[in-house]
Nanobody, 117 residues
Framework: QVQLVESGGGLVQPGGSLRLSCAASGSIFTPNAMGWYRQPPRKERELVAAITSGGSTVYADSVKGRFTISRDNAENTVYLQMNSLKPEDTAVYYC???????????WGKGTLVAVSS
């Protein structure tokens, strides 16, 4: 079993920055991908960004140029640096770890990011 614990959410003004962290623990197999999804109010969950254990990244078009995903494989931790935040970035952000070879997927409990003046 794998546990994912997110931290770093909060309230920030438009144009501000936040850094989310997600630490994974337990039986973690590689290769894998760790990522961030978000669910805005009254909307479906969507991919924000993901990074493989090899370092390949993917971003949603809406966050390209503003958000940066990174990971520390030794610490099994993934980060999401969010800059130039907009009100439409308001959502619960969920950490995800996926191993497609073993068909395993895990989710964190989520952390709220609220962008408002």
């Amino acid at each position: 079993q794998v546990q994912l614990v997110e931290s770093g959410g909060g309230l920030v003004q438009p144009g501000g920055s936040l850094r989310l962290s997600c630490a994974a623990s337990g039986s973690i197999f590689t290769p894998n991908a760790m990522g961030w999804y978000r669910q805005p109010p009254r909307k479906e969950r969507e991919l924000v960004a993901a990074i493989t254990s090899g370092g390949s990244t993917v971003y949603a078009d809406s966050v390209k140029g503003r958000f940066t995903i990174s990971r520390d494989n030794a610490e099994n931790t993934v980060y999401l640096q969010m800059n130039s935040l907009k009100p439409e970035d308001t959502a619960v952000y969920y950490c995800n770890l996926e191993n497609r070879i073993l068909a395993l997927e895990y989710w964190g409990k989520g952390t709220l990011v609220a962008v408002s003046s």
